[in-house]
Structures are given as structure tokens and as C-alpha cells.
């Protein structure tokens, strides 16, 4: 692939930082060599760094892997809603842009505090909001989730029958990653599609390495099934353009990068 592309969901699994058991499962090594090593030839020039529920609050191993990483990768946490202003600012200097709310495995602040954390990282950092959540959950969670000033869903919303759900969802501004087809059940080429009808600018592609508890990890081909749902003028904004905006710009400073 020669255009550039975002990688908008990877996970780095550092053992020289604490993991916590989630389900009894903790996860291999996938250091940030071994995830330069497995993009190669990809094209990937940035991305986001996911906290995973095995991470917990741990926010050493994002600010190691960042600093190796450099400053087209940013961070995604999580984070107790009690955690001060100067430790937000502080992760935000070390290039955190997003806090995720774990909801399908936990690891992460609850839905209970969505709103107020929410709101709070976005006045004070400009930090958007990412949620691992099955789409058939959202139907009672739409007007919350559209409420706030930015959101995203990870791995297409991971069911078929949430995907109308998911699509109302997009109507009114979130944003949807293309991401872990190892995981979901649904045909992601569908899915695109109809996301791409109602809005061009919400899709983002990632490889969700190192796929952890995937039925199968991510394959180069996977990125060929996301080009093979768009038309050739959406491949740029798709790969590239859509992520950029959403992490690498400051919506209170608007061009900023």
C-alpha cells in the first residue's frame, strides 16, 4: 500500500509494565518492535495506542510506547474519573488525545461517568471519547452519546443486528473504526458501505494488532476488503484524512496539528 495510513487501533503490551488479569486472560508481548517489524510494508505512518482492560490505569507503558513511537502516534486511556487536571494535562503533553470506556471488558471508568468525564477531558484537553461497546447496546445510550462533543466506536459496532443502531449513531457525528475483523460478526465490506452512505468523513481503519482474543488476527487483506467497499476518491480521506482530523487536530484550535 503506498498511500499513507493511520493505524487508529493497535495495542502495544509492554511486559517490563503491569498487566491485570481480565477474564483470566492476560495477553503475549507485543512490544513496539514487534509491532514496527509486523506493519512493515504497510504504509502506516501514524495511529492511535489503545489501552486494553489488561492495562487498567497503567499510563507508563502509553507514555513509553509514544515516545518511541514519535509524534504521529497518540494515545488512547483510560482513566478513574478522579484523576486531577494537572495528570490530564500531563498525559496530553505526552501525546494521549482520547479516553476509551471499556465496556465490554471492563478495565476501564464506567458508563456511570461517562458524561462528566467525557465533557471534562474535552474542555480541559480536547480529548475525544472512544468506546468498546457491542452496537445492540447503544439503542438507550444514543441521546448520551450523541450529546457529547466527540465520539467513536470501535470495530464497526462488532454485530450485525446492531448495525442499524450503529448507523443512527453516525447520523448524528460519531465515528466508527474499521478495525478487528477477527472479532465482529458482521461483514465488514457491508458495513462500510452503509456507513459511507451516511457519512463519508466518520469511517477510520486500524489493525487492531495484536488482535488480542480475536478468532483470528489481523491480515494485510483486511485493509483490501476496507479499499474494496469505497469508491477510489474515498481511499485517501478513509486511510488517512479521517483519523488525521479526529486525532491529530485540536478542536480548540482549529488547523492545529
Do not use: C
Not at 493505524?7 to 492476560?26: F, Q, S, T, W
Not at 507503558?61 to 474519573?81: E, N
Not at 488525545?97 to 465490554?104: G, K, L
Not at 448520551?144 to 447520523?171: K, M, N, Q, W, Y
Amino acid at each position: 500500500m503506498t498511500r499513507p495510513v493511520f493505524d487508529a487501533h493497535l495495542h502495544i503490551i509492554d511486559p517490563a509494565h503491569p498487566l491485570v488479569e481480565n477474564d483470566g486472560y492476560l495477553p503475549e508481548p507485543f512490544t513496539v518492535s514487534d509491532y514496527q517489524a509486523r506493519i512493515a510494508g504497510l504504509g502506516i505512518a501514524g495511529g492511535a495506542v489503545v489501552s486494553g482492560s489488561f492495562q487498567a490505569f497503567d499510563q507508563d507503558y502509553l507514555i513509553d510506547a509514544l515516545r518511541v513511537l514519535g509524534p504521529s502516534y497518540v494515545g488512547v486511556t483510560q482513566i478513574p474519573v478522579e484523576t486531577s487536571d494537572a495528570r490530564i494535562l500531563a498525559l496530553h503533553e505526552a501525546g494521549v488525545r482520547a479516553v476509551r470506556f471499556n465496556v465490554r471488558r471492563g478495565g476501564s471508568a464506567g458508563l456511570d461517568d461517562l458524561d462528566r468525564l467525557a465533557r471534562r477531558v474535552h474542555d480541559l484537553a480536547g480529548w475525544h471519547t472512544e468506546l468498546y461497546i457491542d452496537a445492540r447496546a447503544t439503542a438507550d445510550l444514543a441521546d448520551r452519546l450523541t450529546a457529547l462533543p466527540a465520539v467513536s466506536i470501535d470495530h464497526l459496532g462488532l454485530h450485525a443486528d446492531g448495525l442499524d443502531d450503529l448507523l443512527r449513531l453516525v447520523e448524528r457525528g460519531v465515528k466508527v473504526k474499521a478495525t478487528g475483523f477477527g472479532r465482529i460478526d458482521l461483514d465488514p465490506a457491508a458495513a462500510i458501505t452503509a456507513i459511507m452512505r451516511v457519512d463519508p468523513t466518520a469511517l477510520m481503519v486500524g489493525t487492531d494488532l495484536p488482535s488480542t482474543r480475536a478468532r483470528r488476527p489481523f491480515e494485510n487483506t483486511d485493509f483490501a476488503i476496507i479499499e474494496s467497499a469505497l469508491e477510489p476518491d474515498q481511499v485517501s480521506a478513509v486511510f488517512w484524512d479521517n483519523a488525521a482530523a479526529f486525532y491529530l487536530r485540536d478542536p480548540r484550535e482549529p488547523g492545529s496539528v
